[in-house]
Every structure is written in C-alpha cells, then in structure tokens.
C-alpha cells in the first residue's frame, strides 16, 4: 500500500490575487519562498521513494526549496487548463463570459473538459499505486490536486468544489481498512504550529 503525498506549490503573484493560472508558468512570491522553505519542517525527503511534479516552475521550486532534488517530472500534474479564462479571477469569467459560472460544473471555455483533466490524473494514480513506493509525494496545483484525489476516491470530479486546497498546503491519501481515503487534507506548512509525522512514522518528528 502506498500513501500519497500532495503538496500545492508556495504563494504566486496570481494565487494571491484569484487569478487562473494554468500554463501561463509564473514564480513564487517571496511570501511563496517562505512557505515552501517552510515544508523541510514537516517533510524529509528521505521518506519517499516516489517524487513527482508538474513541469512548471511555482510546482518545482516548492519541491526543490523543500528539500526534493530528485524529481520527476510529469506533464500530467500540469494545472487544469483554463484556456480563454487564464489569467482571469472567478469575478471577470462570471462578468465577461459566463454569469454564474463555476469550474467544476462548467469547465472553461477553449480549454481542457473534465474528463480530459479526469483521464491524465488517473494515470497518476496508476503510476503511483503501480510503483510499489511505502510513500510517494506530488508537487503540483490547486485544481489538479482537488482532480488526483476524487481520482483516488473514485468520486466524481464535481466533489473536488468540497475539498479546498491553500497555497503551500500538504495532504496525504492512502486507505482505510478496505476503502481509499483521504488522511489528512490541506494542512498548513506556513505559519508552522505543528510537526508533522508520517503515518506509519510512530510519531517521530521528521527533519531534513
């Protein structure tokens, strides 16, 4: 059984203003800086025999400032694609598009649908589950994270609108007795209150 680590990249100029970004392949902030410094506090990377992330630059930075050099780069960890909404906060596509829209019911227009977002997540799931790995981690987005874990789940992706995702978050998913299941959702690495133990870990405090 493997457990699966996601970890949504640090602070963007765009995280912090509600802006979609997708491709559009922006750095972190300095306040992102601190947040993925932040993660050597809760992750060692010493844990994990699986370390993949998506191709852009927020997702690798995070991964390399928490400590992660050996990565493995996949395009299917890339962020949903918005298409005509990139770079437009949920307000402007409501305004200039499309009045009560919504990602997970609507998608985004000249973009990817959901069941092409669906289809590349599930191959993570495979590779992952597939790769006989105690405990693997991904580096990747706030869309594409919510997407990989009804993946795991096997609900539909609607379900993704319920399970909120900050910047610079960590969760795990792995299972319960007979059922997949979610471990621990959206915990903050920035500002620290708490360490972190691995499940399986005993309890340790876990340091770089």
Not at 30 to 55: I, T, W, Y
Request: net charge neutral.
């Amino acid at each position: 059984m493997t457990n699966l680590y996601l970890v949504r990249h640090g602070e963007t100029s765009w995280s912090k203003s509600g802006q979609h970004t997708s491709y559009t392949d922006l750095d972190l902030t300095p306040h992102g800086v601190e947040q993925a410094l932040s993660l050597r506090e809760k992750l060692n990377p010493s844990d994990f025999d699986l370390v993949l992330s998506s191709p852009r630059r927020r997702a690798r930075r995070t991964a390399e400032l928490a400590g992660f050099t050996n990565l493995e780069i996949t395009d299917d960890l890339a962020e949903w694609n918005y298409g005509d909404y990139e770079g437009l906060t949920s307000d402007e596509i409501r305004s200039q598009f499309h009045p009560g829209w919504r990602l997970w019911f609507n998608g985004p227009r000249g973009g990817e649908t959901a069941d092409q977002v669906r289809a590349r997540l599930t191959r993570v799931v495979h590779r992952v589950r597939d790769s006989g790995a105690a405990r693997a981690i991904c580096f990747s987005h706030g869309h594409a994270l919510r997407v990989l874990a009804q993946c795991w789940l096997d609900f539909p992706l609607i379900f993704g609108q319920s399970f909120p995702l900050d910047t610079a978050s960590l969760s795990v998913l792995g299972r319960e007795k007979e059922s997949w299941a979610v471990l621990h959702w959206n915990m903050l690495a920035f500002p620290s209150t708490q360490h972190f133990s691995p499940p399986g870990s005993g309890g340790r405090r876990r340091t770089p």
